[in-house]
């Protein structure tokens, strides 16, 4: 990997969130380059890093070289990999440890790696001498184009994911596409997934050009580039809008409402389901309901559902090895979700492609029909 040059500077996307704004740089290089910029951003400051064992092993030693060439101090943070680590031992474990590096207030906290590590360290962050500096610098392609923008952070509990955060901005997000060249196909196919849902919600343009251009977005380059830089512009407009999720903000969780319940379903396994695969079967599933509720045309919910499949992602229950259970605990798992509210179930519904909308209220009654039927079709 090599630094950017002026000919290749990084494509820099604004959140703007008045006097917590911030901006999104994607590029190539930027893992090495961090060290310069965080000096120059941040003068003075010493840095936490927060990363998994996985991808500490490929990054951290680049990142802290360019710390220490900039004269920054730091600390690695070292957690496991994989959702079980987003629990409340393991935050407790990451708050210990930036106190003991003696970390004031002033300095920041940079996450390193997926939108796990993205999480804990966010939070970590917000509850560490009541607010400290963040940087995001994901890894993955699901992290690039959701969990880093945007401000949310949190842990899970047995009773369900990411029930107990906060929102908590970033002051810099360092998206660095050489690290995607690091995933294996299984964690790129399951951030597309995350891609994909951007033209989903409001932009069917998006969602034709990844139809034609979805190699292009695996294999790098420019058309990389852009599906991250056209996902952030989209997801930095919502948030700009809606920060804490009081509105439309959450359109953002088009396929979340299913895909945490599979995820729950599975005990957070990623061996049999990683987080992207369950958005990919829970936007499947969200336009198949739609369908079934006369929403959206079946033919949009084939097209959907065939893309995803063209790209290798799960559109299935069928697809998730040992199976979900029963429908009463996915039901269960649905009415632990954050968007459930007085008891009330919402969910992302769509009328089409590039049509989706927020359904309030929507039947408990029509969700374990719908659900008995997909069940069914195991």
Not at 187 to 206: M, N
Not at 257 to 282: C, K, M, P, W
Not at 336 to 363: M, N, P, Y
Request: aromatic share 6%; net charge negative; proline share 3%.
């Amino acid at each position: 990997m090599t630094a950017a040059t002026a000919d290749d500077a990084p494509t820099q996307v604004p959140v703007i969130l008045g006097d917590r704004s911030y901006d999104i740089l994607i590029g190539t290089g930027l893992i090495e380059s961090a060290g310069e910029t965080i000096a120059a951003r941040y003068p003075g400051r010493a840095v936490a890093v927060v990363t998994d064992a996985h991808v500490g092993a490929i990054h951290a030693e680049a990142l802290e070289a360019g710390l220490a060439g900039a004269g920054i101090r730091h600390q690695r943070i070292t957690v496991p990999p994989g959702e079980a680590t987003k629990r409340f031992a393991m935050l407790e474990q990451v708050v210990d440890e930036i106190l003991a590096a003696r970390m004031e207030r002033g300095d920041i906290v940079l996450a390193l790696g997926g939108g796990v590590v993205g999480d804990l360290a966010g939070f970590a962050a917000a509850i560490v001498r009541r607010g400290m500096g963040f940087i995001q610098m994901p890894t993955s392609l699901l992290a690039q184009v959701d969990s880093s923008v945007g401000g949310k952070t949190g842990i899970n509990t047995r009773h369900g994911k990411n029930l107990v955060g906060a929102f908590y901005q970033p002051g810099l997000v360092l998206a660095d596409t050489d690290a995607l060249d690091t995933l294996s196909t299984r964690e790129f196919r399951a951030g597309y997934a995350e891609v994909a849902k951007y033209g989903l919600i409001d932009d069917p343009a998006f969602f034709g050009w990844l139809e034609q251009n979805w190699r292009g977005v695996f294999q790098g380059g420019r058309d990389r580039v852009h599906a991250i830089a056209v996902s952030c512009r989209a997801k930095a407009a919502v948030v700009a809008r809606d920060e804490t999720e009081t509105g439309d903000r959450a359109l953002l969780n088009l396929g979340h409402t299913f895909g945490h319940a599979l995820e729950s379903a599975t005990g957070y396994d990623g061996s049999r389901l990683v987080h992207g695969e369950g958005v990919a079967i829970g936007m499947a599933q969200a336009f198949r309901f739609s369908a079934k509720l006369g929403l959206c045309a079946a033919d949009d919910a084939a097209r959907m559902a065939a893309h995803l499949t063209t790209v290798g992602l799960p559109t299935e229950l069928a697809h998730i090895p040992g199976g979900v259970g029963d429908v009463d605990r996915l039901m269960t798992a649905i009415g632990q979700d954050k968007k459930v509210s007085r008891g009330a179930l919402t969910f992302i519904l769509a009328r089409g492609i590039g049509q989706s909308f927020i359904a309030r209220d929507v039947d408990p009654v029509a969700v374990r029909a719908f659900l008995t039927e997909e069940l069914a079709r195991i």
